[in-house]
């Protein structure tokens, strides 16, 4: 009973994840303050069923409590079609601010092996060209879907002016509700444009990240497989540097299956595993936009508030 009522204060999801993954790797009894939090807090019983809101229900409260994948339906508007062009113009000469910058993207390759023993390549993108998202829409119109995929991101820090003209935006627009403003997401964000032409999505393998984040459907479907992060032991995995990378399933897990479609937002709370495919259309161009927030019941979001003090908001520029 006691156990019950303390340990909650003591550990969040965040940082227990914190210190087993980024602050003690390797290190032994890292893994007992988030083996305490899952005995206290296990997996949810319903944890196998999508849970589905119409848009009218997204609303700071519900996002600042929310421990589980929600899928706003239906946002935007009847046949309202979303242009990142037209509705989203000062982002469009904009280069990213969240990577050092680099001549061309740089990947990290790594597998992934199922549990039966089937292997596939995992390319993660790291997105540090200084190329503006006008010229990587522009380089999507123009490939050639039936040669090869092709995938860009396009992501930078959210100040206090942009986060207000990005609310703006996405209130008249009608993809947010009135009363709801992007900073209720979180303490610190960015935004990122997720652009993908040919058979595979921007993140099509399993991985996860500190931060909470809105998935905004532009253009086209894509499903999503989400998996509670608590199961995380029944994986190997990798710190990339961007995300925890699943690269062995060594266990059966419960999978959410979501199907996105335009105009529907997807809340993802911090360390959910995830990966995303096509639901159709498998030569179809796509875009989405995110908003990541670190919240501030992990360290990284005071970590990253001092960093950005000191003027080091270039992640890779971090000192790990």
Known sequence: MVTSLIVPWLFTLELVYEVRFLLLPGVPLSWVPLYIYSRVN?????????REMPCDRLSANLIRSANFPILFKACLPDAKEVSIDKDFPIFRTSVQ???????????????????NGDVSEVSEIVPCEL??????MRAMKNHSTHDSSLSEA????????????????????????????VKDTGAIC???????????????YLHSHMDQFLSFGLEKSKVWELIHPLHVDKFETTW????????????????????????DVLFVPPWWMHKTSRKNDMYARHASMNVHCLTTRSLSAFGALALFSLGMERIMELPF
């Open 97 to 115: 601010t969240v990577f050092t910058p680099c001549k061309s993207n740089g990947v990290l390759g790594l597998q992934f092996e199922t549990l």
């Open 240 to 263: 990339s540097g961007q995300s925890l990378v699943m690269t062995k399933q060594k266990e059966r897990v419960p999978v959410i299956t979501l199907n996105q479609e335009p105009g």
């Open 154 to 181: 396009h992501v930078f820090w959210l100040n206090s002016t942009t986060t207000d003209i990005l609310d703006e935006h996405l209130h008249n627009i009608g993809f947010i509700p009135q009363a709801y403003n």
């Open 131 to 136: 190329t503006t998202l006008e010229e990587k």
């Open 42 to 50: 296990p997996p949810e019983a319903a944890a196998e069923e999508p």
């Open 190 to 204: 960015s935004v990122g444009f997720f652009l993908s032409a040919g058979s595979k999505t921007n993140v099509d």
